[in-house]
């Protein structure tokens, strides 16, 4: 089976070319200036992107446990309608993924599935309790790529540390979601002027910055590497960028929630907008486009975290936290760069690149002979309703959902197959 | 009158404009001096339902609204979460469109989450009033409040009001502040540090710093209720030593201006926010607040109900 891409513009992260790529079974033989080669399929991808299939490092699919939120197939297809090729599930199933044989289950399903390449993120603790670690080893030969115990913060220093030394003992990292559970305990949002417009408990940046700083001291102290998922505030930043410069072995994510809304969204008590960590102030929105912009961020990841309307169809204080990511990922990256905050080629290296190398797939993260034929065709320009058609997630916890969006996977390829048409996209 | 209030609900009156907070204290005046006669009784809301929410304790405000409704010949039911299908498992608003389908035409709700009035009136047709919702408003309080303060003072524009306590999850504080502001009026706000919002420059009033500067030149000094169980959240270490140097007394109401009222929205605790000598005394209109309450309740509901018909 051999596919020909022509007219479109290969996006890597270090170059930008037009050209033609040609794929053969599931990896690129070749990038070429001609469309002198004999194949079995062609797509015509004239003032579209080439970009290398996006790898999220940070979704929620509920599977197992939560299957009416989401499930691998709905996940699976929401991933691929937005462009990505390679997911990072949390461990925070029912039962949790804190043992070799949910991690193996996992795999086996997303396999059976066959979209997309699903490289589970194992718990730190058993049962997700905060207090001894789980079976790294056997979890990273079953296909756990690292440790995170999302959504609860390990508190005990000690656990932590040891997680990240017994992690670098098999050449994997934690995941941080860097929360002091004390300080602000059952706060809805951040901690602000529309907190204290709306009398909602508010949670200052500090809750996530605290955390931040113990985890990076802790990475100082083993070693480790540490990873601090969906950053949302500036100092958080400050402090990553300390580390940074100190030598620290730490890495962060941003979320595009982060980078495109502030807490203002939440004037009107709108459920879809409530997620952990929340949206800050515009001042930390901006630092987040910053760090973006300078290098500071290394990845950005969706934190895809479905909710049944059910569950977000009442009053705000009681509703879940989290919001849909897969498929608003490429217009609101895209975004900032209509914006200028970063280049396409920025985009492709926070999204694909940067990811790849974090996690060593080697074969992922660039368009090139030899790589993986995992490809996002990007319409920078396609405008249209994020409507339920085109929503592939079980829920609809997006604030996007019904709006206009601007940019779109039109194309999805795994493995050289096309496993993503944009609906109104017709192939040549 | 002309009518310049044609909302179906009554949520907040952060949203209304002062032309529309006017009217509601306009109104009240021919429902204040109805409940001062023979027969306390007109026929405004004869034939509706009303009935009230209540998802959260409350003795003065339920019964007051209660008061009101019968005052105005409408069916007044009271339903109280303790005793509902909340506990159950049903959701708010299937409790609340069970109830619409009794042919409800007005809900006075109270809940202790905040935007639980605007989240229940967008999703039914029946009209909502917000009789308190979490730290977010509660604007027949605050209504009564300024009529009660209109009526002693003859004048809301020009007011030094003092509002003093547990700022930060106060209701009451809010849909105050918000209306006095667009009515002119100079607000202060005191309290221990950690009963003030942090970012309390939303509020657009003066923080002050001491009891002193609080009460100093004030007309109107409204006490706040200290929620006695908040003690376990360490905001404050003891109500010995919140009174001591939070509570108000007739030491301290002697900076203020000599003809200040002294309101508190009940209900008091005696000698932790407000001592006796200060609640019983000639310049306490607490009890004043609770009658005008009534009033301003008919109001409501009598322009709401207008609405309806509209």
Redesign the interface.
């Known amino acids: 089976m051999r596919l020909l891409i022509k007219n479109g513009t290969i996006v890597n992260n270090d170059n930008t070319q037009k050209a033609n790529v040609l794929i053969e079974n599931d990896k690129i033989i070749d990038i070429i200036n001609h469309e002198d080669v004999t194949v079995d399929e062609t797509i015509n991808a004239e003032g579209m992107l080439i970009v290398p299939g996006l790898i999220d490092m940070h979704v929620h699919f509920r599977d197992p446990g939560y299957e009416y939120k989401d499930d691998l197939e709905s996940g699976s297809k929401a991933a691929v309608a937005g462009g990505v090729t390679t997911c990072l599930p949390m461990a925070n199933t029912n039962p949790l993924n804190d043992n070799r044989s949910i991690t193996e289950a996992m795999i086996a399903k997303s396999k059976n599935i066959g979209l997309i390449d699903l490289l589970p993120i194992g718990a730190i603790s058993k049962g997700f309790k905060g207090e001894s670690i789980v079976e790294m080893g056997d979890m990273i030969e079953a296909g756990a790529v690292a440790f995170s115990d999302d959504g609860l913060p390990v508190t005990d220093s000690s656990v932590m540390r040891s997680a990240l030394e017994y992690a670098s003992s098999f050449n994997s990292f934690v995941i941080s979601h860097s929360e002091d559970c004390c300080l602000a305990h059952r706060g809805v949002m951040n ?3 529309i ?6 408990k508010g949670m ?1 940046s500090e809750k996530e910055e605290i955390m931040v700083a113990r985890d990076m001291l802790l990475a100082k102290l083993t070693g480790g590497h540490i990873h601090i998922a969906h950053v949302s505030s500036e100092w958080s930043l400050k402090l990553i960028a300390l580390a940074k410069k100190e030598g620290i072995n730490v890495t962060c994510e941003v979320a595009p929630h982060h980078f495109s809304f502030t807490d203002k969204k939440l004037l ?2 709108d459920t879809n907008y409530k997620m952990s960590p929340p949206l800050r102030s515009q001042r930390d929105m901006e630092a987040m486009r910053e760090g973006l912009k300078n290098g500071l961020v290394d990845v950005i990841a969706t934190d895809h975290a479905p909710h049944h309307s ?1 569950e977000k ?6 509703a879940p936290f989290g919001i849909l990511g897969l498929q608003t990922l490429v217009p609101l990256t895209l975004k900032l760069v209509e914006d200028n905050v970063i280049s396409l080629n920025k985009m492709v290296e926070l999204t694909s690149y940067k990811p790849a190398k974090l996690l060593k797939l080697e074969n992922k993260g660039k368009i090139d002979k030899g790589m993986l034929a995992d490809i996002a065709i990007l319409d920078p320009n396609l405008e249209y309703v994020y409507d339920d058609n085109l929503n592939k997630s079980k829920s609809k916890n997006s604030p996007l959902l019904y709006e206009k969006l601007k940019g779109a996977a039109v194309y999805t390829i795994k493995n050289g197959n096309v496993v993503y048409k944009f609906p109104e996209c017709i192939t040549k | 009158m002309d009518i310049v209030y044609n909302k179906k609900d009554l949520i907040g009156l ?1 949203e209304l404009s002062k032309e529309e907070i006017l009217y509601f204290l306009d109104s009240a005046q021919q429902f204040k001096d109805l409940n001062n006669s023979e027969i306390k009784k007109d026929k405004l809301l004869h034939g509706k339902t009303v009935i009230n929410a209540f998802f959260e304790n409350s003795t003065r405000t339920r019964v007051s609204f209660e008061t009101a409704a019968k005052r105005l010949a409408a069916d007044a039911i009271n339903f109280s979460s303790s005793s509902s299908s909340v506990s159950k498992g049903e ?3 299937d409790t609340i469109k069970n109830m619409q389908s009794m042919k409800t035409d007005i809900f006075v709700l109270r ?1 202790s ?4 009035a ?2 229940v009136a967008n999703n039914i047709d029946a009209s909502v009033v917000n009789a308190g ?5 509660h604007p027949t309080q605050a209504l009564l409040d300024l009529f009660t303060i209109k009526e002693h003072k003859g004048t809301l524009e020009g007011l030094n009001v003092s509002i003093i306590g547990d700022i930060l ?1 106060s ?1 009451v504080a ?1 849909s105050n502040i918000w209306a006095m502001n667009k009515l002119g009026m100079n607000v202060r706000i005191f309290g221990p540090a950690t009963m003030i ?7 657009n009033c003066k923080v002050c710093k001491t009891m002193e500067e609080a009460v100093e030149g004030s007309d109107v000094i409204i006490m706040m209720r200290i929620q006695l169980e908040r003690q376990n959240e360490s905001l404050v270490p003891s109500i010995r030593e919140y009174s001591k140097f939070f509570g108000l007394n007739k030491e301290r109401i002697k900076l203020s201006n000599k003809d200040a009222i002294i309101m508190h929205p009940g209900p008091i605790n005696r000698g932790v926010e407000i001592n006796s000598d200060v609640a019983d005394s000639q310049r306490s209109v607490i009890l004043d607040q609770v009658e005008n309450g009534v009033a301003i309740r008919m109001a409501v509901l009598n322009i709401l109900n207008q609405n309806r018909k509209g």
Do not use: M
Request: aromatic residues 14%; without cysteine.
């Open positions: 901690e602000g002027e907190s204290t417009i709306l009398g909602l200052p009107t008590y059910d169809f009442v009053e705000f204080e009681k | 952060r959701t708010l608003v809940h989450a905040s935007g639980a605007s989240f919702d979490g730290a977010n408003e999850h209701r809010r919002p942090k970012y309390s420059e939303v509020f």
